[in-house]
């Protein structure tokens, strides 16, 4: 079983590797369509986390106000920017296998090309979009520290585990359409039990035990830590680091070993 | 096999019959049933079936296969098998190096990207590196001939446009093998002939060819070797042989055609002789012999009889006689008449077959027989072409060859039974 695992590994790396450019230019393409086709294109990016950490400020500032040990809008926006790129990346995987059906029964290349490239388009988003914390950073007088060095680690575990829900769902919604709708709900409440907008510890109690599990609290909690209040990680985190690389790597090899089914179910 | 590129040994590939449950509330009702003690085997061989039964074949470099059958016949499969879209359910499908695919060549093309954008997006998807793509960009789009318009969005492209850009990514690829559906239909004439040369050349460089179509006589054409495929392999081998196996398969004549106007009974293609036949050489006097049972008594009617080449559906010949002509109007009920078309095949080798009709006049109603017959011509002279022209090369110049021009047969010195009814007799090539 080992044997067939490694073997399955060197060859969806291997495909990887040979197809590189097509990830490239998958992610171009949806890059390029999505600004070509908006007027305020790249501005897109920025303006989404903008306008909710607005309305969450009021909410959390005026009617609600909640301690966060930072300034709330920081709070926020550096939650949701990190929600932002899980959430839309996951959006974009869910229906990028079912919309590319013209491809994926035409032509052969590794499927895993569509949710990996809707993961590197929501990272670009990101890139735009973490502008606009630095600048709140440089208002609020936040500095960052040594630890901001961490913050690569962050982003590859965040990175992974995406990706590996990416292509569950991908693959999920090709099979069942339901996934889709079911997805919407979820990721709607997903947001509220992840620290986004407001700490999630601040529920307590047995559903606050519950929502602890959340791997996805760690790692926004984590941006927090490394970025803003110069602090390492917590054990929480380097756990869900763990569980995002299994999770990753069972739900690749998952998807490889099922993809000779995909034309025939689209 | 040893050095074949393209190996498909012992496949079967098997397919759900209608939707696979696409949605959870199908799922679990199927999973309650699967739980309730319904043995899983029922349900398999209720819903589904074999596309594919024991096919094998291979092919070896600079070699090229044609696969041809009727709709349905697995065909596409094969392809798809061999583009690893999909995988065999038993046996063992294989290319040896790079498969180039001649399938949907534009399906990766994003309408909003312009067209050399597309070129590096389709490119990427056959497998190509950039700097290979970029080495070989002037090549595609000078090939594509679209190089005006190369900074313009595809949408605005003409089909055609759209099509050759594909097709000149796809035959710009270096690939060990290639696989072919049709393509070489895209395009005008200009653009056909450009396809068919890069496939010759392609093979000539040693590249291994999967060709798959319905015009045979591309495959004729294209192809050393066919394949005729019917779920099963029905027929292998040299490709003008696999070829008539499958035309003959394909129609077997009409004994007789019942309508409500006129049978159209017991139809016979015989030669000079009166002999039944089906295979002849170019020339052959002919005849084809139909009897018209009229279910009414009719006036004003049409007797139509033609001939087509099964290979492409070219018609040859469909010409129509009035029954006023022929002087039996009207046609009484009840009263068989016998029509003898007698004919010429000035045909080159092929396969053609036989049709004929009736129809009358005022109402436009038609009966029609097709095939009634079906015909192989037999010989070696020409490469393509349809109709015998009877060429007479004659050499001139020398003293001794001026009082007898030396005419050639078909096939080397053999005795027609056509001479005799040449028009032109056979001492006059030394006279003019």
């Not at chain 1, 932002?84 to 995987?93: C, D, G, H, K």
């Not at chain 1, 929501?122 to 961490?150: C, F, K, N, Q, R």
């Not at chain 2, 595609?140 to 313009?152: K, L, M």
């Not at chain 2, 798959?212 to 099963?232: E, M, P, W």
């Amino acid at each position: 079983m080992w044997k067939r695992l490694l073997a399955d590994i060197a060859e969806l790396l291997g495909e990887q590797a040979e197809y590189r450019e097509l990830l490239y230019r998958m992610t171009l393409r949806d890059l390029k369509l999505r600004y070509k086709q908006t007027l305020m294109g790249v501005g897109w990016a920025i303006f989404t986390p903008l306008v909710n950490t607005a309305v969450f400020s009021v909410v959390f500032m005026r009617v609600a106000p909640i301690d966060t040990g930072m300034p709330y809008p920081l709070f926020a926006y550096s939650g949701l920017l990190a929600w932002t790129f899980t959430a839309s990346a996951l959006r974009f995987s869910v229906t990028s296998l079912t919309s590319n059906a013209n491809l994926v029964t035409k032509v052969y290349f590794p499927r895993e090309i569509f949710p990996f490239s809707a993961v590197v388009v929501s990272l670009v988003d990101a890139a735009i979009a973490s502008v606009v914390l630095a600048a709140l950073m440089a208002d609020y007088g936040v500095h960052p520290t040594p630890t901001a060095l961490l913050l690569p680690i962050v982003i590859v575990v965040q990175v992974a585990f995406t990706t590996g829900i990416a292509l569950l769902l991908g693959m999920g919604n090709l099979f069942y359409r339901d996934v889709k709708y079911l997805f919407e709900i979820v990721l709607t409440i997903w947001m509220f039990v992840t620290s986004v907008v407001f700490p999630v510890q601040l529920v307590g109690g047995r559903l606050g035990g519950v929502l602890a599990l959340n791997p996805m609290t760690p790692i926004v909690d984590a941006y927090r830590q490394v970025l803003l209040q110069g602090a390492w990680p917590g054990p929480a985190f380097w756990i869900t680091a763990f569980v995002s690389v299994i999770v990753l790597a069972w739900s690749w090899v998952f998807f490889h070993r099922s993809e000779f089914e995909f034309a025939e179910s689209v | 096999m040893g050095n074949s590129v393209v190996v498909f040994e012992g496949v079967w590939k098997k397919f759900r019959r209608g939707e696979r449950h696409n949605s959870l509330r199908d799922l679990i009702p199927s999973l309650v049933r699967r739980g309730s003690g319904r043995s899983r085997t029922d349900l398999e061989s209720a819903s589904e079936f074999w596309a594919l039964r024991d096919v094998s074949f291979e092919v070896a470099p600079g070699e090229a296969l044609g696969i041809i059958g009727p709709n349905g016949a697995g065909k596409s499969t094969v392809l798809k098998l061999l583009t690893r879209i999909l995988k065999p359910t038993r046996g063992r499908c294989e290319i040896r190096g790079r498969a180039g695919a001649l399938i949907e060549v534009a399906a990766g093309f994003h309408p909003d990207l312009t067209g050399m954008e597309n070129i590096y997006l389709q490119g990427a998807i056959m497998g190509m590196k950039r700097a290979e793509i970029t080495r070989k960009l002037e090549q595609i789009i000078d090939f594509a001939g679209v190089a005006e318009f190369i900074d313009t969005p595809v949408k605005r492209y003409s089909s055609g446009m759209n099509a050759r850009l594909g097709f000149s990514i796809a035959a710009h690829l270096n690939p060990a093998a290639l696989i072919i559906d049709e393509v070489l239909s895209v395009g005008d004439m200009a653009f056909q002939q450009k396809c068919v040369d890069r496939m010759i050349e392609f093979r000539r460089s040693g590249v291994a060819i999967v060709f798959v179509s319905h015009n045979l006589q591309a495959i004729s054409t294209l192809c050393d070797r066919a394949l005729y495929l019917k779920g099963t392999s029905e027929a292998s081998g040299p490709v003008e042989r696999v070829i008539e196996t499958y035309v003959r398969s394909m129609g077997s004549p009409h004994r007789s055609n019942a309508g409500d106007l006129v049978d159209i009974v017991n139809p016979t293609l015989v030669n000079s002789r009166g002999c039944e036949v089906t295979v002849v050489e170019p020339g052959a006097r002919l005849t084809l012999r139909v009897g018209y049972l009229p279910q009414t008594t009719v006036t004003d009617v049409t007797f139509g009889f033609g001939l087509i080449r099964s290979t492409d559906n070219l018609v040859v010949y469909d010409g129509s006689f009035t029954s006023q002509e022929l002087g039996i109007d009207p046609l009484e009920k009840g009263v068989k008449r016998n029509i003898e078309f007698g004919f010429q095949a000035h045909l080159t080798r092929g396969q053609y077959h036989v049709f004929c009709n009736v129809c009358h006049n005022p109402t436009q109603r038609i009966v029609r027989a097709s095939p009634v017959a079906v015909l192989s011509v037999k010989e070696q002279r020409t490469w393509m072409g349809v109709a015998d022209l009877n060429v007479v090369p004659v050499v001139r110049g020398r003293q001794a060859d001026v009082a007898g021009a030396f005419a050639l047969g078909y096939g080397g010195p053999r005795k027609r039974e056509s001479r005799i009814l040449d028009p032109r007799p056979a001492s006059s090539a030394g006279q003019a």
